[in-house]
């Protein structure tokens, strides 16, 4: 019947002609609101929060424990499964479109999230699994098996 279709490969394709040709804008609000979110976490729902909340008029903060921007997207994924500067060209425009990022803030007590009530109207968490489950089967320390 002819050659299989990737569906995968054609919208990355559609994707990167998309960001070769300008066509990706940055999503910026018409206006604020007054209102100021912490996002606690950079992952996949942490990322998605931020832009919802920031293109509905919020002043959003995220906040990540690690060293860079993107939770699972960084640290979880094999790069042979995800490249990082796809992640890293995203982030960017989230941070063109007014979103605040703040690495290496590690918010694991009372006193730092009573310090972001006070400063922000609202916190969202979007903490992600930080340790993988192993399973003790048959195969799992083959060569090229990795926690995805």
């Known amino acids: 019947n002819g050659v299989s279709v990737s569906i995968k490969n054609n919208e990355l394709s559609i994707i990167e002609n998309a960001f070769k040709e300008n066509l990706v ?19 996949p729902a942490g990322l998605a929060c931020a832009n919802t909340l920031n293109s509905l008029g919020y002043k959003v903060s995220v906040f990540e424990r690690s060293d ?35 690495v290496n803030e590690n918010i694991d007590s009372k006193d730092k999230v009573s310090k ?12 992600g699994a930080s340790k993988p489950i192993d399973l003790d089967i048959e195969g799992r320390k083959l060569k090229g098996v990795e926690f995805a």
Do not use: H, W
């Open 25 to 43: 804008r940055v999503n910026k609000p018409k206006q604020y609101n007054g209102k100021k979110i912490a996002v606690i976490g950079s992952g």
């Open 68 to 102: 860079k921007i993107g939770g699972l997207l960084m640290y979880g994924i094999p790069d042979m499964k995800l490249d990082k500067s796809i992640v890293q060209r995203r982030v960017d425009l989230l941070k063109k479109s007014g979103i605040e990022f703040k």
């Open 116 to 127: 972001l009530l006070k400063e922000f109207d609202a916190l969202v968490l979007c903490t």
